[in-house]
Every structure is written in C-alpha cells, then in structure tokens.
C-alpha cells in the first residue's frame, strides 16, 4: 500500500526558495498522479500543484503560476516542490496525496486517496 512522507519545510524569508520533498513508498508513485495541498492559518485547504502519473502534465493554482515548479524522480520515487520567490501568503501546512486510479491531475482534495503527514512551511515578511 502506497505511503507518502513530505519533507523540506522549515521558515524562510520572503523572497527565498525552498524544496519540498514527497517520498513515496510500498508501492511506485509513478502510476498515480501526486497533488501539493496547503492549509495556510485559518484557511481551508487548497490545491497548490499536481504532476500526472509519469509526470506527462503539471498544473499549478494561480497564485503559485510562475514561483513553484512540480518535478518528480522515479528512480527515488519522489515528487518534488520547488518553491521559489516565497510569499507570506504561502505560509501553511503542505500535503502531498495520490490521487485515486486516473492518469489526469485534480486540484480537489476529496480525488486524492493516500495522503502524507505534511510539512509546515512558515515565511516570514
């Protein structure tokens, strides 16, 4: 059965960069397609990116178009979140899921069956 850790948050100053890591294991996230989610204080969880099973498409919300980049290494079973020009905005806990059997990327939480225990990720201003 298919397990998800995310890794790399920590706090960063407005501006700077930070990777996210998704680490896949029991089974190969190559034939799911994998979401970035994030729950910022006091606000409902929202779809940040999301990469098809063999990373053949990437999608990415509005507000994070042109700062992150979705990436993933089979070899390592990994999905990565590289988030670049970091907003205060962007504070908030991130998940990373699987989404249930399906080939095309979703942005809604409740398509996604296997969940990670997320990473926060605090910017300061």
């Known amino acids: 059965q298919l397990q998800l850790v995310e890794s790399g948050g920590g706090l960063v100053q407005s501006g700077g960069s930070l990777r996210l890591s998704c680490a896949g294991s029991?089974?190969?996230?190559?034939?799911?397609?994998i979401g970035w989610f994030r729950q910022g204080p006091g606000k409902e969880r929202e779809g940040v990116s999301c990469?098809?099973?063999?990373?053949?498409?990437?999608n990415y919300a509005d507000s994070v178009e042109g700062r992150f980049s979705i990436s993933r290494d089979s070899a390592k079973n990994t999905v990565y979140l590289q988030m670049n020009n970091l907003k205060a905005e962007d504070t908030g806990a991130y998940y990373c899921?699987?989404?249930?059997?399906?080939?095309?990327?979703?942005?809604?939480?409740?398509?996604?069956?296997?969940w990670g225990q997320g990473t926060q990720v605090t910017v300061s201003s």
């Open positions: 899921a699987a989404k249930t059997l399906g080939y095309s990327c979703s942005s809604y939480a409740r398509d996604y069956v296997t």
């Open positions: 029991g089974s190969s996230t190559d034939y799911y397609a």
């Open positions: 990469i098809s099973t063999r990373g053949a498409t990437t």
